[in-house]
């Protein structure tokens, strides 16, 4: 643990600054061991120099040797051991069991990506072969494929500090795409990202990838990821947070002189839909589920159900006692940090205070001064329509139900939702085809529908969407969960009449590699 | 003629604005019949409501309904006839073969995004079946395919009257992807706007699409466009054109509210780069090659070679006088507009006063007042290096040959320049594996590589990629030419363990559309 604390660039360790920090124990308030120092600017210079000199070479590497890297990555990671867990578990009070499982996503995430190297199909080769007897004119050879960015710089978030922080999904695709990274660790779990980037850096080390693939800074504020987001080498910013601090960024990315991309995932209310028939065949049901995914980790999640609407009817009253009850009988949790908390309690109690909003549940176990209780409000669909405060977020175990007089209300509460990661349609399916409107609509506002599901729990795969219409992302073109996050950091580029000795692998006539390629508009590995 | 120069709002037609313009003959400075009318803030917003209240219907037609109206706008625009030519040509001076070869473009565009409606396979269906039994948790059944962002708001392009203007690429992407568009007219040939229009509506209508589907609003300033941009109900923007008026949008648009995507192809200077043993065996014919393309269209494409770079030679010094020689017996040729010839005569003249820069060829025909005189100038690396003025695009007949001292000299000026639409590479097969290095730097810095061609000449397929890293384009991710331009307007949209009747077509189990669906990571039709 003896550098723990230094910035890592590129193979060395440094600490220029002199400011530090450190990391709190949350559930008790009380300092954990290790200094961290805040980076210099000449620091994030040097870390950004060295991923913009190792771009040429990583980029170029290829796909197995990135795969190597990868896997290699997932290795030193399992490698650290419980030493890690249990830095994690002290540094955000989350328990060893969601941080074991945790640790499993990450890993698998670097095989998922690794394997997804191997295979290679994932560059999107497109081919339009050359016709030299068209008329009026002969057609030349086109031949498309996905090529990285550049450096790529990355915010941990703090809900989830293996799986979307330091070797998360958003390093891993951007490695995975041929992107250096220089990553801006979490300050509230500081010494989690100084062992993770201590795997990543020995993977690059054994892997012989070129020094400046990976640096990690530390900084208590916000001045680092200033500086990286508007270095002239930095190519593209994926964050996971807040609005306040993704849009802070967004901002600075689009008012350089050479703007560049920013994903920023900024969180959502995620509606849930109760449809009458459901309510009647399973109001318990339906609390217990609801109540279970609302207080799920503290409601620390980007796709905690933060809103619930229905339509009135005595079911919806039913619903609403049991779930009042399942949430006063709830236990209240630590999270992640005291501003985490402190936050919480003061929106739920501004939640509480708007017009027309009453408690339907509130956690009636003793809290101490590190938990959160659990809570749900109501209010009707009118009082809603006219307060957009009830249309934000509160980061954690909240969630408001607002009761709706008809399908016209329903759907002019869909209407004026902003853009949210999910929307979720509980209904019977004998039901649901009568409401193809409603569906309609809500598709225009979220990136992922969920039928009689929770939103919670992100699928790690090729079909996932993890992004929806702003404000819940900055793009809603993109996921940053699963394969396709890939997608954010490359661009296509076109080769015109390129002799086949010339052309990368994955464009070459006889296809080498045998990966999927979109011929004449049809898909082949021929 | 007789509603000519009302906006197109809907299905109707409206003058609501004070001021008035009119169009000119860029080879007599003579107006043009017909008056039009600037949109004024009440119509800009009358379009959008109306492209908005349209989107729902438009977006559920579906593919094989979105199909018919393509085809039918291009059926409208065949049947307006030699009119539509004659017009285009009296407002840019184009020659009527090229704009008959441009209207053939316009319609091959139309019915090529129809077929790839009618083919289905462009939502890019992904699929990840439930696996009830996997271990520790189950997983979801999760679907995958594109949707459409909504409407649209496109700028025409002065260079391609047809085929980057109303019935263009951005438009015929767009009302494919399912967007409803409101265009803002160029207002240098406004009636060529107009007249095509007519033919779109008159398809809508054909067709029984929603009204609003399609707007065209008239402005001979900047005002409606900035309207159109700030507008909430829009939700992304095509332009082609400078980059002071990209810039602009693409400002105005990320400073919204609710930021959107501005898709702005700003044109650049295409760097051609001569290898030895090339020079060696064809400088003749490399000299005819590139004079034809830098006077092709009096230079008004933005792929226009703007920039060739070659290592100091006895070869390079023939091929400079061949290149001068053909320059010189160039004729002049008429621009789109006053403004574009003021513009062109001001940036040649201001390249010429730059430090080392020398005339290696002029057009020594007689230049009228409305004409611009092909012109080569010629410069050294280590001058071009120090001079960012040197990097810049003068559109129109010019181009500027950069000669370099050795490999090193030609490295560091690929380094050194901005982003590009296009890299051109003229080699002999045997020597340019040797320079594996530059072609890795360039594929850097361009959207399309091109090997022993010109870049003038942008073929619409699958594969072509137009868009550059900035300032070639705004997002360097994305394509304005070939069917995956449709991209820029869509967005994913995951379904999660949705019943197969209330599933869209496109991610039904037994897959009824037959399209080509990822399952699993892998293509199939089954």
Redesign the interface.
């Known amino acids: 643990m003896d550098l723990m604390g230094k910035q890592f660039i590129g193979y060395g360790r440094s600490s220029e600054g002199t400011a530090t920090f450190q990391t709190m124990d949350p559930s008790t308030g009380q300092a954990l061991p290790g200094t961290f120092y805040a980076a210099s600017p000449k620091e994030a210079d040097q870390a950004m120099q060295l991923a913009s000199a190792a771009f ?1 070479a990583y ?2 590497a290829g796909g197995i040797s990135r795969a190597a890297f990868l896997n290699a990555i997932a290795d030193e990671i399992l490698a650290l051991g419980n030493a890690l867990i249990q830095r994690a578990m002290a540094e955000t009070a989350l328990p060893q069991a969601r941080l074991e499982g945790e640790r499993g996503r990450t890993v698998g995430q670097l095989r998922l990506f690794a394997h ?1 190297l191997e ?1 290679g ?1 994932w560059v999107e080769a ?3 072969p050359a016709l030299p007897d068209r008329q009026p ?1 002969p ?2 050879d ?3 494929m996905l ?1 990285p ?2 450096p790529v710089v990355v915010f941990g978030a703090s809900n989830f500090p293996l799986a979307f922080s330091t070797a998360g999904g958003d390093t891993a695709s951007a490695l995975a795409a041929g992107c250096p990274v220089v990553f801006k660790a979490h300050p509230a779990h500081a010494g989690t990202c100084d062992l993770v980037a201590r795997a990543i850096v020995a993977a690059a080390q054994r892997t012989g990838m070129p020094e400046g693939v990976f640096s990690l800074l530390f900084d208590p504020g916000h001045e680092t990821g200033s500086t990286l987001t508007q270095h002239p080498l930095t190519r593209a910013v994926a964050f996971t947070g807040s609005q306040k601090g993704g849009m802070a960024l ?2 600075l990315a ?1 008012q350089r002189m ?2 560049i ?1 920013v994903f920023a995932e900024m969180g959502s209310i995620n509606p849930v839909i109760l449809f009458p028939e459901a309510l009647q065949q399973r109001s318990a049901a339906l609390a217990t589920q609801l109540a279970a995914s609302v207080i799920l980790g503290v409601g620390q999640f980007c796709t905690n159900p933060g809103l619930i609407l229905a339509i009135e009817s005595p079911e919806l009253n039913d619903f609403l006692e049991q779930l009042g009850t399942a949430i006063e009988v709830s236990a209240p949790g630590v999270m992640l940090s005291a501003g985490i908390r402190e936050n919480f309690s003061a929106l739920a109690a501004e939640m509480l205070e708007q017009k027309g909003v009453e408690v339907v549940g509130k956690s009636k176990s003793q809290t101490n001064e590190h938990q959160a209780a659990p809570l749900i409000g109501k209010v009707s669909a009118a009082r809603f329509l006219e307060n957009p405060r009830l249309h934000e977020e509160v980061f954690g175990p909240f969630s408001l139900m607002v009761t709706c007089k008809d399908v016209r209300e329903l759907s002019q509460i869909i209407q004026a939702l ?1 853009g949210q990661l999910t929307g979720t349609l509980m209904a019977e ?1 004998s039901e ?2 009568n409401y193809e409107g409603i ?3 809500l ?2 506002k ?8 929770v939103p919670t ?1 992100v ?1 790690v ?5 993890h992004g929806g ?3 819940a992302t ?4 993109f ?1 940053s969960v699963g ?2 996050a890939i ?1 954010r950091f ?10 086949d ?2 052309l990368p692998d994955a464009l070459k006539r006889n296809n080498p590699l045998n990966i ?1 390629r ?1 011929t ?4 082949s590995k021929s």
Chains 1, 2 share one sequence.
């Open positions: 040429e980029k170029n997804y295979e199909s497109r081919i339009d004119l057609r030349a086109i031949r498309n090529t960015l550049g967004y901002h689009q050479e703007p991309p902003p399916p649901i085809e569906v309609s609509l598709r225009n979220v990136g992922r529908l969920v039928f009689n599901g729990g699928e795969g090729h079909a996932m969407q219409p702003f404000p900055t793009d809603s073109r996921t394969t396709a997608r490359v661009r296509p580029v076109a080769y015109q009449d390129f002799p000795a010339l999927w979109l004449n508009g049809e898909w």
